[in-house]
């Protein structure tokens, strides 16, 4: 017997419903698609026409059984987009970061090469970007089919409270204080001195650095003095503050892979007062380095931010 272009029709709709409802539906469908068919004929049509502009209106079986089923054809819809979007941009300033820094620690107190620890926190990094979107999109995609309700309920109180652009006179008041103490520690260390032996001052630092230092201090409090005159962050001035992190980041860094930040003799007596091994002093060092590069690549990402803020 051959198959009519309706039954082939009703066939693909109902295919994927229960044996109960694939007798409704197929009633309904039948019925519905023989009147537009006789509306046709009776305005003149051939019926084979007719009956192929019918279902061509129709559309696709599969979106019409999705509309009898109730059932979504998009990934995550508009009840947990947003939600959606914003977790994943969150994890995604979040994971990666904390993912590539850990691998990289790991790798250099394990003394691997540069390449490795490179190659690794890369690959490393790349993986939890897929893996974040992967997971969080499939948690709720089956939010999504599931019907589930988070509840989660939008209200008035959770409006952004407005940003001030620039920088008040409060802060400034606060980042020139905290660099006058560490200009005053660095003085202090190379003049007083907060350890001392036999009656003798013995600084922290290399005793050659103090005036560098000084200077880096004297350059940042000139750059928040000029912020707080220009009232807002610009794109000159977000590059100038990457600078200056990346002046601050590889004076430390290059002096503490050299061995050179530090006062040797300081380093001797402390090993000596406090036993301490090589390899813990390593780890120590690693992890100021790292700590070091964490802020510096912190307050450049911090000045882009406020520039992107100031220029809404």
Known sequence: MTTTLTQRYI???VKSFSPAAQVDVRA???ASIADAIEGRVEQGEEREDAERTVLTELGDPAVLAAGYADRPLHLIGPRYYVTW???VKLLLIIVPVCVVGGVALGQTLSDAPIG???GQSIAAGLSSIVHVCFWVTLVFAVLERAGADTGLQWDVDQLPEPQPAGVGRTDLIAQLAILALAAGAILWDQFRGFVRTGGEALPLLSPELWPYLIALVGLEAAFAIVLYVRGRWSTTLAVINTALAVLFASLVLTLLVRGQLFNPEFVA????????????????TILLGFSVA???????????????????
Do not use: N
């Open 294 to 312: 964490g802020i510096s690549v912190w307050d450049i990402i911090d000045g882009w931010l406020k520039k992107h803020r100031d220029g809404r």
């Open 28 to 30: 309904e469908l039948e």
């Open 269 to 284: 007596v402390f090993r000596a007062v406090s036993g301490v091994e090589q390899d813990t002093l390593r780890t120590l």
């Open 116 to 118: 490795t620890i490179i």
């Open 11 to 13: 066939a693909a709709t």
């Open 85 to 87: 979007w914003r977790l």
